[in-house]
């Protein structure tokens, strides 16, 4: 994590190419869908399907710095956990909001209790919310390591909810799991230039974010220096 | 480890029943619950008579029944870590020389022993209010209670020792716990208990299938992170 701060305008400058990339390839390059009833909703599979892979992302790394935390003790595992929480709620909030604009064209309904990709997703959203609630503003060492417990619990519960939904129901579109192909390599080159983008704004939010802490606790240590609060 | 467990346990179920105080608040909410539900539903079954109530109330039977289990049970859970906190006995009891997991299976055997009695003081009561006859299909029923009150109290008594030490636990133990079981024991649950009610539990193979080995992974998360939880 020790790199030079011009890497942080490498990724932005990155994230900037790319997401103008994808915005040129949705609507400009890309013609309308007409498999699709409503194609001109279609459009924002380019932004809804990375920023839910970006909200999965980052959901992952929360599971992977709560475990190392607990495993090494190093508190830098855990605001990488925090930080990556906060940017994962954030990004799914964009995936819950951007379904329904979509569901609403192309199924004339926002959202569907019976389809289990949209509940997991709800599911999910909820017990990270959870995660940051128990992590409240505090920073302190015993809150840390409740919070990365739970960051473990709530990762491993989604497969487990994902399972339990007996009739494995969903009309949510399959982007990844198809063996028939149903993306062309077009769409699939400008979702691929979608994820790339959003990658690396994540990348460039984990690190702003983690320079926050790291400024946060050198104010603290500057206070408690001149004998301040 | 076992053993020890066992004796935490008995140590919890006979330091409650010296006083009562939270079975006897358990049950009693347990009891408003059904009440509030039976005249929330009053509009519904306004026009029902003797014999058509039972067909009437069926479909309400295992949700209403589980939202009181798991709102009663929350309010049991949510003190078993919280007054020993308060007590100072936590302490004593990590002082003591063994397994720290003991103490968290001691607390999941007096969770579900007390949650146990207020689960079936509830499905009296629903029978009271709602005129409700479980004929015949009570065993097959009273297994599924029993399965998914076992996952409940697992997984609800690892959230309840972390959210004991945050401030605000009383909120943050519902907050942190409802995601989590909504999907898992919940769900499972209330669609066995209606199968077994309709005389179908040979129908509900795969959702006692998923209780039961949501329970053992609830298990094994609960042995595996207890000791970071306690850790101090």
């Given at each position: 994590?020790?790199l030079?701060k011009?890497?942080?305008?490498?990724?932005l400058?990155m994230?900037?190419?790319f997401?103008?990339?994808?915005?040129?390839?949705a609507l400009?390059w890309?013609p309308l869908?007409t498999?699709?009833?409503?194609?001109y909703?279609?459009k924002?599979f380019?932004?809804?399907?990375?920023?839910a892979?970006?909200?999965y992302?980052?959901?992952?790394?929360?599971?992977?710095g709560?475990?190392?935390?607990?495993r090494?003790?190093?508190r830098?595992?855990d605001?990488?956990a925090?930080a990556s929480?906060?940017i994962g709620?954030?990004?799914?909030t964009?995936?819950?909001?951007t379904g329904p604009?979509?569901?609403?064209?192309?199924w004339?309904v926002?959202?569907?209790?019976?389809d289990t990709?949209?509940?997991?997703?709800?599911?999910?959203?909820?017990?990270?919310?959870?995660?940051?609630v128990?992590?409240?503003?505090t920073e302190?060492?015993?809150?840390?390591?409740?919070?990365a417990?739970?960051?473990i619990i709530?990762?491993?519960?989604?497969p487990?909810s994902?399972?339990?939904?007996r009739?494995?129901?969903?009309?949510h579109?399959n982007?990844v799991?198809?063996?028939s192909?149903?993306?062309?390599?077009?769409?699939?080159?400008?979702?691929a230039?979608?994820v790339?983008?959003?990658?690396?704004?994540y990348?460039?939010?984990?690190?702003?974010r983690?320079?926050?802490?790291e400024?946060?606790?050198?104010v603290?240590?500057?206070?408690e220096?001149?004998g301040?609060? | 480890?076992?053993?020890?467990?066992?004796?935490i346990a008995?140590k919890?179920?006979?330091?409650?029943?010296r006083?009562?105080?939270?079975?006897f608040?358990m049950v009693?909410?347990?009891?408003?619950?059904?009440?509030?539900?039976?005249?929330?539903?009053?509009?519904?079954?306004?026009e029902?008579?003797?014999?058509?109530v039972?067909?009437e109330?069926l479909?309400?039977?295992?949700?209403i029944?589980?939202v009181?289990?798991?709102?009663?049970?929350?309010?049991?859970?949510l003190?078993s870590f919280a007054k020993?906190k308060?007590?100072?006995t936590?302490?004593?009891?990590?002082?003591?020389?063994m397994?720290?997991s003991?103490?968290?299976?001691?607390?999941?055997?007096s969770?579900f022993?007390l949650?146990?009695?207020?689960?079936i003081?509830s499905?009296?009561f629903f029978?009271?209010?709602?005129?409700f006859?479980?004929?015949?299909n009570?065993?097959?029923m009273?297994?599924?209670?029993l399965l998914?009150t076992?996952?409940?109290?697992v997984?609800?008594?690892?959230i309840?020792?972390?959210?004991?030490?945050?401030?605000g636990?009383?909120?943050l133990?519902a907050?942190?716990?409802i995601p989590?079981?909504?999907?898992?024991i919940l769900l499972?649950?209330?669609?066995?208990?209606?199968?077994?009610l309709?005389?179908r539990?040979m129908d509900?193979?795969v959702?006692?299938?998923?209780l039961g080995a949501?329970a053992v992974?609830?298990?094994?998360l609960g042995?595996l992170?207890?000791?970071?939880v306690?850790?101090?």
């Amino acid at each position: 994590m020790k790199l030079p701060k011009q890497f942080d305008f490498v990724i932005l400058a990155m994230a900037f190419i790319f997401i103008l990339l994808t915005i040129y390839m949705a609507l400009i390059w890309r013609p309308l869908d007409t498999n699709f009833e409503a194609p001109y909703a279609q459009k924002i599979f380019y932004f809804h399907v990375p920023v839910a892979w970006v909200s999965y992302l980052a959901f992952g790394v929360v599971f992977m710095g709560s475990a190392q935390f607990l495993r090494t003790g190093q508190r830098h595992w855990d605001t990488i956990a925090f930080a990556s929480a906060e940017i994962g709620v954030l990004f799914a909030t964009f995936v819950i909001l951007t379904g329904p604009v979509w569901g609403a064209a192309e199924w004339k309904v926002y959202w569907r209790w019976e389809d289990t990709k949209l509940t997991i997703t709800f599911i999910l959203w909820l017990i990270y919310i959870a995660y940051l609630v128990l992590r409240g503003g505090t920073e302190s060492e015993d809150k840390a390591r409740l919070a990365a417990v739970f960051g473990i619990i709530g990762f491993i519960c989604v497969p487990l909810s994902f399972i339990s939904s007996r009739i494995w129901y969903s009309i949510h579109p399959n982007v990844v799991a198809t063996s028939s192909g149903s993306l062309s390599t077009e769409s699939g080159m400008g979702l691929a230039a979608g994820v790339v983008a959003f990658t690396f704004l994540y990348m460039f939010m984990l690190r702003k974010r983690l320079l926050i802490f790291e400024l946060n606790e050198k104010v603290q240590e500057l206070k408690e220096r001149i004998g301040g609060i | 480890m076992m053993p020890q467990a066992i004796t935490i346990a008995q140590k919890d179920i006979k330091t409650e029943f010296r006083t009562r105080e939270m079975i006897f608040s358990m049950v009693v909410f347990s009891l408003l619950i059904i009440m509030a539900f039976r005249f929330a539903f009053e509009f519904y079954l306004e026009e029902s008579t003797a014999a058509t109530v039972s067909e009437e109330v069926l479909p309400l039977v295992s949700p209403i029944l589980w939202v009181t289990f798991c709102f009663a049970g929350m309010l049991g859970l949510l003190t078993s870590f919280a007054k020993e906190k308060d007590r100072g006995t936590l302490d004593g009891l990590m002082l003591v020389p063994m397994d720290r997991s003991a103490i968290y299976f001691g607390k999941v055997l007096s969770n579900f022993f007390l949650i146990l009695i207020v689960d079936i003081a509830s499905v009296v009561f629903f029978s009271l209010f709602f005129a409700f006859d479980y004929t015949g299909n009570a065993v097959p029923m009273f297994a599924v209670i029993l399965l998914g009150t076992f996952g409940f109290v697992v997984i609800g008594t690892l959230i309840s020792s972390i959210s004991v030490n945050a401030r605000g636990r009383e909120v943050l133990f519902a907050i942190l716990l409802i995601p989590l079981i909504l999907f898992t024991i919940l769900l499972p649950s209330i669609t066995a208990t209606s199968l077994a009610l309709e005389g179908r539990i040979m129908d509900a193979q795969v959702e006692l299938r998923l209780l039961g080995a949501f329970a053992v992974i609830y298990i094994a998360l609960g042995y595996l992170m207890f000791n970071f939880v306690l850790e101090e």
